[in-house]
Nanobody, 129 residues
Framework: QVQLVESGGGLVQPGGSLRLSCAAS????????IGWFRQAPGKEREAVSC????????YYTDSVKGRFAISRDNTRNTVYLQMISLKPEDTAVYSC??????????????????????WGQGTQVTVSS
């Protein structure tokens, strides 16, 4: 049974940093593409970042480029999202998603919520002074 558990969220001041973790169980992480999504109150869910399992390619939404970094440790079955220079507009529930996919991950795949097959419950990130 595929299970994804996010952790690392919390309250941080503007300009601060957090590292989110997505712990995977019930499957081999190396077989899956992983994405991070976020949803703020009253807003649609958006893809934040994705990382391929085939070539390590990544995608970032424009608003987080240069501030967020996605990485994966297949030996620990964990994917990370390092976030720096956090802004109040980054406040949201962050969730990771997974799909068993072998091929070239594209931006179109990454941002399409319906493409993903498995989701975690999410972790709250609040950026406020």
């Amino acid at each position: 049974q595929v299970q994804l558990v996010e952790s690392g969220g919390g309250l941080v001041q503007p300009g601060g940093s957090l590292r989110l973790s997505c712990a995977a169980s019930g499957f081999t992480l190396g077989d899956y593409v992983i994405g991070w999504f976020r949803q703020a109150p009253g807003k649609e869910r958006e893809a934040v970042s994705c990382i391929s399992n085939s070539d390590g390619s990544t995608y970032y939404t424009d608003s987080v480029k240069g501030r967020f970094a996605i990485s994966r440790d297949n030996t620990r079955n964990t994917v990370y999202l390092q976030m720096i220079s956090l802004k109040p507009e980054d406040t949201a529930v962050y969730s990771c998603a997974a799909i068993n996919f072998r091929g070239r991950m594209t931006q179109a795949m990454c941002v399409l919520g319906s493409w993903w097959t498995d989701w975690g419950q999410g972790t709250q990130v609040t950026v406020s002074s």
